[in-house]
């Protein structure tokens, strides 16, 4: 990518200076120099999703290495590393209050982690397909899935059991996000659409 031309190396730059990185200006005929500091590099692979605990104080990333790591933000230091899915987390999610976190992975399973101790609290099963993202709903009480299977699952976090699943997508979902009041769930899919549902009912609110 950097050989291409000069403007796409400064494009690269950008990019990777959006993510931390120490990045030297190019010099004509010169590669950029990248430098990148030791605390920001622990993952084996890409680094897919990251999300701020409620307080603000721990950030945690998902890996295609199979792993989520916490780290002290103000130190940047690794505090835990959280193993059990067995392919890439591609989704991470903190609960409202901070004490859980859910991940989703290639390996279509959704795991739920408590902070505090690092371990798994549960496992949901049910998508036939990568688990592409994951989203609590503001009280905490559900957790939405989004997967390759062109499906939107709602849990129940304190059961681990399927609410209900969403269909409408005709492609990958990639990404849910709950309305600040809980009532509905956004959808955005690799079929160019976003849709609105009705959390309650379960229906498709617009397209």
């Known amino acids: 990518m950097w050989r291409k031309s000069r403007d796409n190396r400064w494009t690269a730059w950008l990019v990777v200076a959006g993510l931390g990185l120490v990045v030297a200006p190019p010099l004509l005929g010169q590669e950029p120099e990248l430098q990148i500091p030791r605390n920001r590099v622990a993952h084996d692979k890409a680094v897919s999703s990251v999300a701020y605990s409620p307080d603000g104080k721990t950030l945690a990333s998902g890996s295609v290495d199979k792993t989520i790591k ?23 999610a903190y609960s409202p209050d901070g004490k859980t976190l859910a991940s989703g992975s290639v390996d279509k399973t ?34 939405a899935s989004g997967s390759e299977d062109k499906t939107i699952k709602l849990w129940d976090v304190a059961t ?3 609410q209900a699943t969403l269909k409408g997508h005709t492609d ?15 959808s955005g899919s690799f079929d160019k659409t976003i849709k609105l549902w009705d959390v309650k009912t379960g229906k498709e609110q617009a397209k």
């Open 70 to 92: 916490l780290w002290d933000v103000k130190t940047g230091k690794e505090q835990a590393t959280l193993e059990g899915h067995t392919d890439a987390v591609f989704s991470v």
């Open 110 to 143: 959704i795991k739920l982690w408590d902070v505090a101790t690092g371990k798994e609290q549960a496992t949901l099963k049910g998508h036939t397909g990568w688990v592409l993202t994951v989203a609590y709903s503001a009280d905490g009480k559900t957790l």
């Open 160 to 162: 681990g059991k399927e």
């Open 172 to 186: 990958a979902v990639r990404s849910v996000a709950y309305s600040p009041d809980g009532k509905t769930l956004a």
